[in-house]
């Protein structure tokens, strides 16, 4: 078992930064793949980037790529989400996820592991 357990989101204004945090406890986390996933209210889980076990490699989705940047710190056993140029429409509740894989991820229903969330919120 893995526990995951996000932190630093909160109110910014559009153009800002955000840095979200995801720390695991339980199982070796540098065995785990790590995706960062968002929804907002009434709309399905987005995908927003992925790392590998090692964080030799990332993945982003165009819709957040050159904005959003994920990393790890396997000694610390946390994984971050550097969050740039936000924008009102980036507003969401973000999620980390994990899994035991060499494979990247970009699906919600691939990963065995869930944090609780931390809310982002985007001003105009």
């Known amino acids: 078992q893995v526990y995951l357990v996000e932190s630093g989101g909160g109110l910014v204004q559009a153009g800002g930064s955000l840095r979200l945090s995801c720390t695991a406890s339980g199982r070796p986390f540098s065995n785990h793949a790590v995706g960062w996933f968002r929804q907002a209210p009434e709309r399905e889980r987005e995908f927003v980037g992925f790392i590998s076990r090692s964080g030799f490699q990332t993945y982003y989705p165009d819709s957040v790529r050159g904005r959003f940047t994920i990393s790890r710190d396997n000694a610390n056993n946390t994984v971050y989400l550097q969050l740039n140029s936000l924008r009102p429409e980036d507003t969401a509740v973000y999620y980390c996820?994990?899994?035991?894989?060499?494979?990247?991820?970009?699906?919600?229903?691939?990963?065995?592991?869930w944090g609780q969330g931390t809310q982002v919120t985007v001003s105009s």
């Open positions: 996820a994990a899994k035991s894989t060499i494979r990247i991820l970009m699906t919600a229903q691939d990963y065995d592991y």
